[in-house]
């Protein structure tokens, strides 16, 4: 296992890039705890396996170094990284039996027979393959081949990390759900440094302890789950974790108010002077606004109630502005006329996208 750290890393896949905009993966600084798992995520494009084929040394980058611990493996090649890989297509040799194919990463290492056959039944009993040890692995369901891929990266116990890069795409929501699971228990068992790329924050959030999300290649935040959602650092952050996402407007800030289309918004604390220039928007989770009768907050037209079940999502409308709304009882409100009340603990104030702190 190892700790992992970029610095000043970046990559541009055109050649003699000269801008900031010419790098794919922008200037980056960022430490992996050894035995921390990690989740990567963002929308595609953003970076996220790029960064992680750098890591791997799949991808050589562009200028930074890459440290595992105190060595600098910038140059090593794959093969002496002492990395496992899992990719988003499941790896299998067709012509194997399962238990081949989760005893060859340690065959290849010299691993004594009693050692490998321990270390096979342990990883398929985690992963219920121990019904399939005996089969070949073509013609195996697309799931099961997957659960050998991961198998595989999962029965060596002295790789420096894992990776991940979206190794449940091809899924059904179910097994996603017990994978996942499995995965958080092995990491809670061995201890090993797993990092995880996905654009699917559901997948992220109840994977990881600590969350990197990516866009337009930078990571714009990194924190555990409940940071991101409640304190987000950009409003990428905020629009891309969460469901539906944080309302964003814009707003201008005068002391501890905001003004949204003239309408003032009590703050929790009182703002300095905004950058000149700077784009100034309010942002406030959904769960954290209440719909209350017209003539109380923010005047607004209700456009529509989304009920889901146990919650329903008021889509609502001041003047050029949506705004979505939690409600757990929709049908309360008479009319197509409210007020929204913010909590004025749960708004942020942004400044072209960043959090004012």
């Given at each position: 296992m190892?700790?992992?750290?970029?610095?000043?890393?970046?990559?541009?896949?055109?050649?003699?890039?000269?801008?900031?905009?010419?790098?794919?993966?922008?200037?980056?600084?960022?430490?992996?705890e050894?035995?921390?798992?990690?989740?990567?995520?963002?929308?595609?494009?953003?970076?996220?396996?790029?960064?992680?084929?750098?890591?791997s040394?799949?991808?050589?980058p562009?200028?930074?170094q890459?440290?595992?611990?105190?060595t600098?493996?910038?140059?090593?090649?794959?093969?002496k990284?002492?990395?496992?890989?899992v990719?988003?297509?499941?790896?299998?040799?067709?012509?194997?039996?399962?238990?081949?194919?989760?005893?060859?990463?340690?065959?290849?290492?010299?691993?004594?027979?009693?050692?490998?056959?321990?270390?096979?039944?342990?990883?398929?009993?985690?992963?219920d393959?121990?019904?399939?040890?005996g089969?070949?692995?073509?013609?195996?369901?697309?799931?099961?081949?997957?659960?050998?891929?991961?198998?595989?990266?999962?029965?060596?116990?002295?790789?420096a990390?894992?990776?991940?890069?979206?190794?449940?795409t091809?899924?059904?929501?179910?097994?996603?759900w017990?994978?996942?699971?499995?995965?958080?228990?092995?990491?809670?068992?061995?201890?090993?440094?797993?990092?995880?790329?996905?654009?699917?924050?559901?997948?992220?959030?109840?994977?990881?302890?600590?969350?990197?999300?990516?866009?337009?290649g930078?990571?714009?935040?990194s924190?555990?789950?409940?940071e991101?959602?409640?304190?987000?650092?950009h409003?990428?952050?905020?629009?891309?974790?969460g469901?539906?996402?944080?309302?964003?407007?814009?707003?201008?800030?005068?002391g501890?108010?905001?003004?949204?289309?003239?309408?003032?918004?009590?703050?929790?604390?009182?703002?300095?002077?905004?950058?000149?220039?700077?784009?100034?928007?309010?942002?406030?989770?959904?769960?954290?606004?209440?719909?209350?009768?017209?003539?109380?907050?923010?005047?607004?037209?209700?456009?529509?109630?989304?009920?889901?079940?146990?919650?329903?999502i008021?889509?609502?409308?001041?003047?050029?502005?949506?705004?979505?709304?939690?409600?757990?009882?929709?049908?309360?409100?008479?009319?197509?006329?409210?007020?929204l009340?913010?909590?004025p603990?749960?708004?942020?104030i942004?400044?072209?996208?960043?959090?004012?702190?």
């Open positions: 190892a700790r992992i750290e970029f610095r000043t890393l970046a990559h541009a896949y055109r050649p003699a890039p000269a801008q900031p905009d010419d790098y794919a993966l922008k200037e980056l600084t960022h430490v992996w050894d035995g921390g798992a990690y989740a990567l995520l963002g929308p595609s494009g953003c970076g996220k396996t790029t960064l992680l084929n750098i890591i040394g799949l991808v050589a562009t200028r930074g890459v440290f595992f611990g105190d600098d493996v910038t140059g090593l090649p794959t093969e990284r002492n990395i496992a890989q990719f988003q297509f499941p790896v299998v040799y067709d012509t194997l039996t399962v238990f081949e194919n989760l005893a060859f990463p340690l065959r290849n290492r010299g691993v004594p027979k009693a050692r490998i056959d321990e270390r096979v039944r342990q990883v398929a009993a985690m992963l393959l121990e019904r399939d040890l089969r070949r692995a073509r013609g195996l369901t697309a799931d099961v081949q997957q659960k050998i891929s991961l198998g595989r990266g999962l029965v060596r116990s002295d790789v990390a894992i990776l991940f890069d979206e190794p449940l091809i899924i059904d929501p179910q097994l996603k017990e994978l996942r699971s499995k995965l958080k228990a092995l990491h809670r068992e061995f201890k090993v440094t797993m990092i995880y790329v996905t654009h699917d924050q559901t997948e992220a959030l109840t994977f990881a302890d600590q969350v990197v999300v990516m866009y337009e930078r990571v714009v935040q924190g555990r789950p409940e991101l959602f409640e304190r987000p650092a409003t990428f952050v905020g629009y891309f974790i469901s539906p996402g944080m309302n964003v407007v814009p707003c201008e800030v005068a501890n108010r905001a003004l949204v289309n003239g309408h003032a918004i009590a703050l929790s604390r009182s703002y300095p002077a905004m950058p000149a220039g700077a784009r100034i928007e309010l942002g406030v989770r959904p769960e954290f606004v209440t719909l209350a009768p017209a003539g109380q907050g923010l005047p607004v037209r209700i456009e529509r109630i989304d009920d889901l079940g146990g919650i329903a008021a889509r609502t409308r001041l003047a050029e502005l949506r705004i979505n709304v939690v409600v757990s009882h929709p049908g309360v409100m008479q009319g197509d006329q409210a007020g009340v913010m909590d603990a749960r708004v942020n942004y400044a072209d996208g960043q959090l004012v702190a």
